[in-house]
């Protein structure tokens, strides 16, 4: 009878067992899996994490020079690769305070450094449309949405404007239209907007107070919607927390976060906020001078990760991974934001960024705004490395999109090797460590290779293992 039960209740855990929903599988399609953190990594021995800062230029890249520029430009907005044309869209905003306006550009560029401005007849400055202007909105965010099945939505835009959150939406990134519902979401500042990869879903990351250890701050918040009209209730994901508070001294001075622009990558999400050490808070208005800010201090850009848009971690250390320049240079005070889209071109990966020349709450004219231009080697933000003793990186079960499975790793003083398991741990035969032809140089994409020319498996999840010593792993991803 004893034998029966056991015999029955093993039987019945087997049922369980086999009841469960294994986790979806990470989609390693149009987007790198990137190791900021362990979103996408099983188990790993042998290896520690190391975040890079970026390279960044002596001078800015595009700088108010237009009369319906004013004195400063930003890049809240966004930058992408047009297949049509081959050239880069940059999506940029300016202020204009004799006109009270803050306005939504375009410029275009070859190398990503030189940038035109074009006359686009779109929109009237001083009597005339020999201007670069799309629309009338600050801190513009905009997405090329490649889901959207109406051709007339394919780029939308969220910005501050009337009180609000407004949205539009724009058939070729120029001529908008703002969407019958607006506002869409209360207050207004700035703001950021992705998509989820996974779900499609649009979220907007944005600014809104909150009371954080006794101040007032600024925080960032967090809504979601599926039809870029009905938003979630805005949930609080990312304020400054005690470590962000050590360097204060005076009883008012703090950390906020100005902003954060959010990019997925295929396990989660990579932010970039800007930690603003406010120094000095609510300055009397008779101190300032036209234009000038009532709080100050410096601001820099730091890396945090994510697997789903709400709960963050922080990178370990807190690394500025946009260094800003000396004082007195065009990025020496400030980095007030940065774009909202990375550029993938060639071996490397850049963001363009806000640069001041002075903290915060400079005077004008000192204070001067320009745009900058941040770059690593491709997907290189973040890398796990092994030393001579070797490590070893065991992913989490990966759909690949393609028949290539791309390596970017640094095997230049080392060696790496590859092997795929089925989703269980299972070895794949022919398709094992020993099989593997070792990288042993300095790759952004290299093709995994096997001795006996094995195809790499697409119709099921396969998990990926990564055997490297003296070496440097930054990203995997998927091609035909």
């Known amino acids: 009878m004893k034998r029966l039960q056991v015999i029955l209740l093993f039987a019945i855990c087997g049922l369980v067992h086999a009841g469960e929903v294994p986790p ?14 362990d979103s996408g990594v099983a188990v790993s021995t042998g290896v520690v994490r190391t975040v890079y800062p970026a390279r960044t230029r002596s001078a800015p890249v595009l700088v108010a020079d237009q009369p319906w520029e004013g004195a400063r430009v930003y890049i809240y907005g ?28 375009q410029a275009t560029s070859q190398d990503g450094l030189s940038w035109s401005k074009p006359s686009l007849g779109l929109h009237n400055f001083e009597g005339s449309t020999s201007n670069n202007i799309l629309f009338s909105v600050h801190s513009p965010s905009m997405l ?3 889901r959207e099945p109406d051709p007339s939505k394919r780029y939308k835009l969220l910005g501050s404007k009337g009180g609000g959150y407004h949205a539009a939406f724009s058939a070729d990134g120029m001529r908008w239209t703002s969407y019958p519902k607006n506002p869409v979401l209360k207050y207004g500042d700035t703001i950021t907007l992705t998509q989820d990869p996974a779900t499609g879903e ?14 007032p701050r600024r925080v960032v918040w967090l809504a979601r919607s599926r039809d870029f009209q009905t938003w979630t209730e805005p949930e609080l994901v990312f304020a400054p927390d005690a470590e ?8 008012a001075q703090r950390t906020e976060v100005y902003n954060m622009s959010v990019f997925p990558h295929a396990a989660g999400f990579i932010g970039m906020p800007t930690i603003f050490h406010l120094t000095v808070a609510r300055r009397p208005k008779a101190e300032l001078t036209p234009g000038q800010s009532p709080d100050d ?14 709960q963050w971690q922080r990178t370990v250390p807190r690394v500025n991974v946009i260094p800003r320049g000396a004082p007195g240079t065009f990025d020496g005070g400030a980095i007030l934001g940065v774009s909202s889209t990375t550029v993938d071109v060639g071996e490397e990966t850049w963001v363009y960024y806000t640069a001041l020349t002075t903290t915060h709450g400079g005077a004008l004219p000192a204070k001067q705004l320009t745009i900058g231009r941040a770059a690593w080697r491709r997907h290189g933000f973040v ?30 003083h080392g060696k790496l090797r590859v092997a795929l398991l089925e989703a269980d741990g299972r070895a794949i ?6 099989d593997c032809t070792a990288l042993t140089a300095d790759a952004t994409g290299w093709p995994a290779r096997w001795q006996n020319a094995a195809s790499v498996p697409t119709n099921r999840p396969v998990r990926v293992v990564v055997e490297l010593t003296n070496a440097k792993l930054f990203s995997l991803a998927a091609r035909p």
Not at 301 to 307: I, N, Y
Not at 397 to 412: E, F, R, S
Not at 429 to 434: H, M, S, T, V
């Open 24 to 37: 979806r599988p990470i989609a390693l399609r149009g987007l790198p899996l990137l190791f900021a953190d």
């Open 78 to 105: 966004s930058v992408y690769f047009d297949e049509a044309t081959h050239l880069l869209r940059l999506w940029y905003m300016t202020r204009v305070h004799a006109f009270k306006g803050d306005f939504l550009l």
């Open 144 to 146: 090329r949405d490649d």
């Open 202 to 215: 649009y979220l907007a990351f944005h600014k809104r107070p909150a009371k954080v250890r006794e101040f």
């Open 244 to 251: 962000d508070d050590a360097w204060a001294t005076g009883p």
């Open 297 to 310: 201090g410096p601001i820099d850009v730091q890396l945090a990760t994510s697997t789903d848009g709400r």
């Open 383 to 412: 890398s796990l490395d092994a030393g001579a003793g070797g490590g070893r990186i065991e992913t989490k079960p990966l759909q690949l999109g393609g028949t290539k499975l791309l390596i970017n790793a640094d095997a230049g």
């Open 429 to 434: 035969p022919g398709l094992g460590l020993d």
